[in-house]
């Protein structure tokens, strides 16, 4: 008799293989997954805070182009996350 954990780890493997990636994104993923996750926040953060300077300086455009840095920053932690917890990795070890 197969316990409920061991049926929910075939039943996740059965589906990444079901949804398996393409070499690209497995190639992506692999290196993407070396980054620690803490990287992108801080990544944004230093946006927000180089936009908030020119800002104050007076370079309004420059600060508005340089703030929008932190949601892409934080997409790519998200990112980056998912494929450490649920990536291709689980079927190609």
């Known amino acids: 008799m ?14 990444a293989q079901e949804h398996d990636e393409g070499s690209v994104a497995r ?13 992108y926040l ?5 946006s927000m ?15 508005l182009f340089v703030g929008q ?3 892409p920053f934080l997409l790519l932690g998200v990112y980056n996350k998912l494929v450490k917890i649920a990536g291709s990795d689980r079927v190609h070890a």
């Open 49 to 63: 805070g180089v936009s908030l300077m020119m800002q104050v300086s007076g370079k309004k455009d420059e600060s």
């Open 27 to 39: 190639a992506i993923e692999s290196q993407t997954a070396k980054i620690p996750s803490d990287i």
């Open 2 to 15: 197969q316990t409920q954990s061991t049926a929910r780890g075939q039943s996740n493997q059965s589906e």
């Open 42 to 46: 801080w990544a944004a953060l230093a």
């Open 69 to 71: 840095w932190a949601a």
